[in-house]
């Protein structure tokens, strides 16, 4: 199995020193990352990514946790951390990465040789682009409740149902998705993996609109649609306990500082804008805001050391999901109030050279309480599973 | 594991058998007078070494670190501590940076021993962090100096072995060092919510020897005692949390345990977070000031974990009681002695707001894009 790469083949990330490596890193985005790019705003676009995604993938900088072996750079989780911390700081955007953080990683563990070899050099070329299939419109907090049907058929399944919030399914070729293998299991039993190329007859994506005005994410509809048996992942009906390892990474990066931190740079720059940054109320709610970031920072910096050292998250990783995306939007509360009614503005407001969007961190900071498992979720699993506090 | 490491881990644990065998939340209902503390118990941290941990190896001292004693003191805070760590840390800090040979010779080998017993009074008004101005004076009278004025929240309450006092010589602002028997010294006690005893102290011609060190070494002094402090409020915070994952686990209403329920389950969560998020805070806290080459950034340091400790210390003891119910609001169960134990270590060396307000003032929002 050859996986294709052009330059770094060689380069054993693992034996350098982590200072050494976090500089290698940094001026890797510096040199290569497009300027115009830097802090967007929302989340790009396939054809506004399409080149940055060309550019790490011919340096086989595309999957950094990915072992050296299928392509990818083989960082130990320390290193890992360090190559997003240098990635967040340069305001470098995601570029379409389920793919790269939830598909290779499955496949890697659970698929088949058969499976690695079809689907991970494509991912890795940006060939092939993945998206979601998890949520339902009566699958979402309760995730273990999907409906979605896969019926198996001969040699294929024949998939029935509905998907919902799939992140930019509109630019994916292909979705990982959970479907029901069993009607009559346990809730958590019968579920499955699949992979779907989103090609085959039967589906409809239809993209829909946010509360910001961009087509973020999409309903999938599935009717009568044939998928190749030979495309569940791992065994049949236990998909959901796979799909909850993926979770629990994932919730560190959902915390992680750099919402509230470029949030509260937001802030001081309107703040200077209005001629309100003298004001000695506003200055000791600032003050107040900055020690939050400066705390959510010494939480992240607690467990991105557990990860650093080693170790394996545990359920207590919600509280940074909770804390990370909370202090966002009191941040991104305390930028509509001090615009006033610079509020009333749809867009970017007359203020600066630029303009200023006051609304922008105002809508992100909607669904960051909900994305990833909503923080109330968040809270029934550290009170049960952290605090041991008795179920009802 | 790392020596270091390894070292912090048997302080703790020798300060975890402590606490497990000597104190207790109900240790904290008896007024201690004169001084605020009981005198046997004091001698029994002592030969723990406690009050050696700052003082220099070569006075007699461990010549630990701040975040050392932090470690110590979160476990002593668990069960509540009755005890003058923190304000006899808050001198030797001071006596270490800013006296000179003769007086640190004499002084920390016997606080050291425990048997010492110094204060720092720099507090004039009841509400407010230090300022730029002092009202109590420093005369000099030839190579000695008499100070006069009144000083605030003095703990330990009494039986000082001396006083540092902050004083203005009107020009610049300075520390001396007043014996504990000099004339010219009245002092009243001031009980606290928690039966703890701090003092108002007048001088009038008090004779006084001034320290080299001055505002500066002050303000080290109180970076130090104000992250000690947190240290202590993050102990109470663990006390007062275990307690109540207890209660909720074996308090039964409506046939089920009270901690089943979500409303209560979730407030439970953000407790649990301000424990955490105060240990976080602190940790990096202390790292910033003990890197920290300017008393400035030791106090913005020491602001930052105070702010979080004093907030969360509140918010977990006042949800306490909320979460006990009516036997919360009695004065027999323990419970509501964290609650005023928390609203005095709150207060001490600035709350919440004051800490956020000298934060504010150490920084400024700045525009962080090119704009006129």
């Given at each position: 199995?050859?996986?294709?790469?052009?330059?770094?083949?060689?380069?054993d990330?693992t034996?350098?020193?982590?200072?050494?490596?976090?500089?290698?890193?940094?001026?890797?985005?510096?040199?290569?990352?497009?300027?115009?790019?830097?802090?967007a705003?929302?989340?790009?676009?396939?054809?506004e990514?399409?080149?940055?995604?060309?550019?790490?993938?011919?340096?086989?900088?595309?999957?950094p946790?990915?072992?050296?072996?299928y392509?990818?750079?083989?960082?130990?989780p320390?290193?890992?951390?360090?190559?997003?911390?240098?990635?967040?700081?340069?305001?470098?955007?995601?570029?379409?990465?389920?793919?790269?953080?939830?598909?290779g990683?499955?496949?890697?563990?659970?698929?088949?040789?058969?499976?690695?070899?079809?689907y991970?050099?494509?991912?890795?070329?940006?060939?092939?682009i993945?998206c979601?299939?998890?949520?339902?419109?009566?699958?979402?907090?309760d995730?273990?409740?999907?409906?979605?049907?896969?019926?198996?058929?001969?040699d294929?399944?024949?998939v029935?149902?509905?998907k919902?919030?799939s992140?930019?399914?509109?630019?994916?070729?292909?979705?990982f998705?959970?479907?029901?293998?069993?009607?009559?299991?346990?809730?958590?039993?019968?579920?499955?993996f699949?992979l779907?190329?989103?090609?085959?007859?039967?589906?409809t994506?239809?993209?829909?609109?946010?509360?910001?005005?961009?087509?973020?994410?999409?309903?999938?509809?599935?009717?009568?649609?044939?998928?190749?048996?030979?495309n569940i992942?791992?065994?049949?009906?236990?998909?959901?306990?796979?799909?909850?390892?993926?979770?629990?990474f994932?919730?560190?990066?959902?915390?992680?500082?750099?919402?509230?931190?470029?949030?509260?740079?937001?802030?001081?720059?309107?703040?200077?804008?209005?001629?309100?940054?003298?004001d000695?109320v506003?200055?000791?709610?600032?003050?107040?805001?900055?020690?939050?970031?400066?705390?959510?920072?010494?939480?992240?910096?607690h467990?991105?050391?557990?990860?650093?050292?080693?170790?394996?998250?545990?359920?207590?990783?919600?509280?940074?999901?909770?804390?990370g995306?909370?202090?966002?939007?009191?941040?991104?509360?305390?930028?509509?109030?001090?615009?006033?009614?610079?509020a009333?503005?749809?867009?970017?407001?007359?203020l600066?050279?630029?303009?200023?969007?006051?609304?922008?961190?105002?809508?992100?900071?909607?669904?960051?309480?909900?994305?990833?498992?909503?923080?109330?979720i968040q809270?029934?699993?550290?009170?049960?599973?952290?605090?041991?506090?008795?179920?009802? | 594991?790392?020596?270091?490491?390894?070292?912090?881990?048997?302080?703790?644990d020798?300060?975890?058998?402590?606490?497990?065998?000597?104190?207790?939340?109900?240790?904290?209902?008896?007024?201690?007078?004169?001084?605020?503390?009981?005198?046997?118990?004091?001698?029994?941290?002592?030969?723990?070494?406690?009050?050696a941990?700052?003082?220099?190896?070569?006075?007699?001292?461990?010549?630990?670190?701040?975040?050392?004693?932090?470690?110590?003191?979160?476990?002593?805070?668990?069960?509540?501590l009755?005890?003058?760590?923190?304000?006899?840390?808050?001198?030797?800090l001071?006596?270490?940076?800013?006296?000179?040979?003769?007086?640190?010779?004499?002084?920390?080998?016997?606080?050291?021993?425990?048997?010492?017993?110094?204060?720092?009074?720099?507090?004039?008004?009841?509400?407010?962090?230090?300022?730029?101005?002092?009202?109590?004076?420093?005369?000099?009278?030839?190579?000695?100096?008499?100070?006069?004025?009144?000083?605030?929240?003095?703990?330990?309450?009494?039986?000082?072995t001396?006083?540092?006092v902050?004083?203005?010589?009107?020009?610049?602002q300075?520390?001396?060092?007043?014996?504990?028997?000099?004339?010219?010294?009245?002092?009243?006690?001031?009980?606290?919510?928690?039966?703890?005893?701090?003092?108002t102290?007048?001088?009038?011609?008090?004779e006084?020897?001034?320290?080299?060190?001055?505002?500066?070494?002050?303000?080290?002094a109180?970076?130090g005692?104000?992250?000690?402090?947190?240290?202590?409020?993050?102990g109470?915070?663990?006390?007062?949390?275990?307690?109540?994952?207890?209660?909720?686990?074996t308090?039964?209403?409506?046939?089920?345990?009270?901690?089943?329920?979500q409303?209560?389950?979730?407030?439970?969560?953000?407790?649990?977070?301000?424990?955490?998020?105060?240990?976080?805070?602190?940790?990096t806290?202390?790292?910033?000031?003990?890197?920290?080459?300017t008393?400035?950034?030791?106090?913005?340091?020491?602001?930052?974990?105070?702010?979080?400790?004093?907030?969360?210390?509140?918010?977990?003891?006042?949800?306490?009681?909320?979460?006990?119910?009516?036997?919360?609001?009695?004065?027999?169960?323990?419970?509501?002695?964290?609650?005023?134990?928390?609203?005095?270590?709150?207060?001490?060396l600035?709350?919440?707001?004051?800490?956020?307000?000298?934060?504010?003032?150490m920084?400024?929002?700045?525009?962080?894009?090119?704009?006129?």
């Open positions: 199995m050859t996986y294709p790469r052009t330059q770094g083949s060689t380069t990330w034996r350098m020193d982590d200072a050494a490596f976090r500089a290698a890193v940094r001026e890797f985005f510096a040199r290569h990352y497009p300027e115009n790019l830097r802090y705003s929302a989340r790009l676009r396939l054809d990514v399409r080149d940055w995604y060309a550019t790490l993938s011919e340096h086989g900088w595309i999957a946790s990915w072992p050296q072996e392509g990818g750079m083989g960082l130990d320390g290193k890992h951390v360090i190559f997003v911390e240098e990635q967040e700081a340069h305001g470098v955007a995601r570029v379409p990465d389920h793919g790269i953080i939830m598909v990683p499955l496949l890697i563990q659970e698929g088949t040789d058969e499976q690695r070899a079809r991970l050099p494509r991912i890795l070329s940006g060939e092939e993945w979601q299939g998890y949520s339902e419109p009566g699958a979402g907090s995730l273990a409740n999907v409906r979605t049907a896969a019926v198996r058929d001969g294929d399944y024949i029935n149902g509905q919902t919030w992140t930019l399914a509109q630019d994916g070729t292909h979705m998705m959970l479907v029901r293998t069993d009607q009559d299991a346990k809730k958590q039993e019968g579920i499955s699949l779907v190329d989103m090609t085959t007859p039967g589906i994506v239809r993209p829909m609109k946010t509360l910001a005005g961009h087509e973020e994410f999409c309903e999938v509809f599935f009717d009568d649609v044939r998928v190749p048996a030979a992942v791992g065994e049949v009906n236990r998909g959901w306990s796979i799909a909850k390892a993926l979770l629990t994932e919730r560190l990066f959902l915390g992680s500082p750099k919402l509230a931190q470029s949030a509260l740079s937001r802030l001081g720059t309107l703040a200077v804008l209005t001629g309100q940054n003298d000695p506003f200055r000791e709610r600032f003050a107040g805001l900055e020690m939050d970031v400066a705390d959510l920072n010494a939480l992240y910096r467990f991105s050391g557990i990860v650093k050292a080693g170790g394996k998250l545990g359920p207590d990783i919600s509280l940074q999901k909770i804390y995306t909370e202090t966002f939007s009191r941040i991104a509360d305390a930028i509509v109030e001090i615009a006033g009614t610079g009333m503005i749809g867009g970017r407001a007359p600066g050279d630029d303009g200023f969007d006051v609304l922008a961190a105002f809508y992100n900071a909607r669904p960051a309480t909900i994305y990833g498992g909503t923080n109330e809270r029934n699993i550290v009170a049960t599973a952290v605090l041991d506090l008795p179920r009802r | 594991m790392t020596n270091l490491s390894e070292d912090r881990r048997m302080l703790v020798s300060a975890r058998a402590f606490a497990e065998r000597h104190l207790s939340p109900d240790l904290t209902r008896k007024q201690q007078l004169p001084a605020g503390y009981d005198p046997t118990l004091w001698s029994g941290l002592a030969e723990l070494g406690v009050p941990m700052l003082v220099p190896e070569d006075m007699g001292g461990l010549g630990l670190t701040l975040s050392d004693l932090a470690a110590m003191l979160t476990e002593l805070g668990k069960p509540l009755p005890l003058p760590v923190v304000p006899v840390a808050f001198a030797t001071a006596l270490v940076h800013g006296a000179d040979k003769d007086l640190r010779e004499r002084l920390l080998p016997a606080i050291a021993a425990g048997e010492a017993l110094p204060a720092v009074a720099w507090q004039e008004q009841l509400a407010g962090l230090p300022g730029t101005t002092v009202a109590t004076t420093a005369q000099e009278n030839g190579d000695r100096w008499q100070l006069t004025g009144t000083k605030s929240m003095v703990l330990p309450a009494a039986d000082w001396g006083l540092i902050l004083a203005s010589d009107g020009g610049e300075g520390l001396f060092w007043v014996e504990g028997d000099a004339a010219g010294i009245a002092t009243e006690p001031l009980a606290g919510p928690d039966d703890s005893l701090s003092a102290v007048t001088f009038e011609m008090a006084a020897i001034r320290l080299p060190g001055g505002r500066d070494v002050f303000d080290t109180l970076a005692a104000t992250l000690l402090a947190s240290a202590e409020l993050l109470l915070i663990h006390g007062a949390m275990d307690l109540t994952l207890d209660y909720l686990g308090r039964k209403q409506f046939g089920t345990a009270i901690g089943a329920f409303a209560l389950q979730h407030r439970a969560v953000d407790m649990h977070l301000a424990r955490v998020l105060t240990g976080c805070s602190l940790e806290a202390l790292e910033e000031a003990e890197c920290a080459t008393s400035a950034d030791r106090l913005r340091a020491a602001s930052r974990a105070k702010a979080r400790a004093s907030a969360s210390a509140l918010q977990v003891t006042k949800e306490a009681i909320q979460m006990h119910g009516g036997i919360g609001f009695t004065d027999e169960h323990v419970i509501g002695r964290y609650l005023k134990r928390a609203l005095v270590l709150q207060a001490w600035g709350n919440a707001a004051e800490q956020r307000r000298r934060y504010a003032a920084s400024r929002p700045r525009s962080t894009e090119t704009t006129a």
